[in-house]
């Protein structure tokens, strides 16, 4: 198992100046799992323009969204009559 600063997290920003290098950094990022997320922006520092992008792995937003549905089933067959008087 990867030690904890090796292990890939599941949300990155990417920035830097609009440039060759960014584009590849995006590329490496896509090539290792990856996926861009949302949309890049960009900004004008006064001396050259850069960029973000936000990057996500799949599996992440796969087990983020498996916990949410876990926890509208939980809730779904939530008996408030048998916690009424209860705060």
């Not at 992008?53 to 009559?81: K, N, R, W």
């Amino acid at each position: 198992m990867p030690e904890p600063s090796e292990e890939k997290l599941s949300y990155r920003l990417i920035t830097g100046p609009d440039t060759r290098e960014f584009c590849e950094r995006i590329s490496a990022a896509l090539a290792d799992g990856y996926v861009l997320h949302g949309s890049p922006a960009a900004t004008f520092n006064g001396t050259s323009v850069i960029v973000a992008q936000a990057v996500i792995l799949p599996a992440a937003v796969a087990s983020a969204d498996a916990a949410v549905a876990t926890a509208v089933d939980e809730l779904e067959g939530y008996d408030e009559e048998a916690y009424e008087g209860h705060a």
